[in-house]
């Protein structure tokens, strides 16, 4: 697949590009506004091609693009993409708000080509861990999710037409509300709320089944000194399944369990290796391979599609809705 990278920026140069590569892609061609940046890329990295504008591409001559741009920029350049008919990997979030990613949705029906959202998340190393524990068939399905996921940015806003909510959840929120529904899907939001702090911002949303008794709690925000990632599962044997930030997965077991009389405390069920980490333990790298694997006609599982974005958006919007807030400034 000859792939085009569109922004040479921090994640797109510095993450994004190494990561492909990592994966199998090949990066034929570079695409970014500082053409000085790009070229510096391109010798490093051997890539023939260095465009400043997608307007200078012939895009028959490429198959596919990676997209990794500020966020009030992403959505103009994947139109662009699936216009074109490239297969498109976008990093998240790939609009700046709800109606954004609805457009996106309607160009990528029209496209005819595959569309993936860099959720790394959902692959990395830590969550790969905790999904193939509660695949046990001991645990039974998910009673209870929580996730959360706070760090210290954003404090601004990312451009001057999106609101520090909606540059909060593009940088925070989009991964702990899209991780929690999948882990816990088809929950309905219940309530939600804007959680008073003096630096960024703190969000929580909640959402259930009654009838089905599961629950479903996310946090997100941009107020702590340094990143903290935590999901905490109860599934319905009543067992524990601790993820702490994505290095440790620690299980509790149910009070039943037939080994609680020897041992009644938490189980380490992972760790992660001390000369580990890099693009496949963060996600990186496989997601880009399973986008790869994808186009080349593989399954989609576990990668995140616009569509499957859409319950996301959604969720923060209504949280917008009922504070009295929007998505632009």
């Not at 001559?61 to 490239?86: E, K, M, N, R, Y």
């Not at 149910?254 to 001390?274: F, I, K």
Request: net charge negative.
């Amino acid at each position: 697949m000859r792939t085009l990278l569109i922004g040479c920026g921090d994640h797109g140069g510095g993450t994004l590009l190494p990561a492909a590569c990592s994966a199998g892609i090949s990066i034929h061609a570079l695409v970014d506004s500082d053409r000085e940046r790009a070229e510096h890329l391109a010798k490093l990295w051997l890539i023939p091609q260095v465009y400043a504008s997608t307007e200078d591409v012939d895009a028959d001559t490429f198959d596919g693009a990676i997209v990794a741009l500020p966020v009030s920029a992403q959505a103009d350049h994947v139109a662009w993409a699936l216009q074109a008919g490239l297969h498109t990997f976008v990093e998240k979030p790939p609009a700046p708000d709800l109606d954004g990613l609805r457009t996106l949705l309607q160009h990528a029906g029209r496209a005819g080509v595959h569309c993936v959202v860099g959720m790394n998340f959902r692959l990395a190393e830590g969550v790969r861990r905790l999904r193939s524990a509660l695949a046990a068939p001991q645990y039974g399905p998910i009673s209870y999710a929580r996730v959360e996921h706070i760090a210290r940015k954003p404090v601004q806003s990312f451009s001057p037409d999106m609101s520090l909510e909606a540059s909060l959840f593009a940088a925070q929120g989009i991964h702990a509300i899209d991780l929690a529904q999948v882990l816990l899907p088809a929950q309905r939001v219940t309530s939600g709320q804007m959680i008073a702090v003096n630096r960024g911002r703190l969000a929580t949303l909640v959402a259930g089944d009654p009838a089905g008794g599961t629950r479903l709690e996310v946090h997100f925000g941009s107020c702590a000194a340094a990143f903290s990632h935590q999901v905490r599962v109860v599934t319905a044997s009543g067992d524990l399944l601790e993820l702490r930030n994505m290095s440790e997965l620690l299980h509790l077991p149910n009070g039943g369990d037939e080994h609680v009389r020897e041992y009644p405390g938490a189980r380490v069920l992972w760790r992660t290796s001390p000369i580990g980490g890099g693009y496949d333990s963060a996600g990186y790298g496989p997601e880009l391979a399973a986008f790869g694997d994808l186009v080349a006609g593989g399954p989609a599982e576990s990668l995140a599609s616009l569509a499957s974005l859409l319950p996301v958006y959604e969720a923060f919007d209504e949280l917008l809705q009922a504070e009295g807030l929007a998505w632009t400034a």
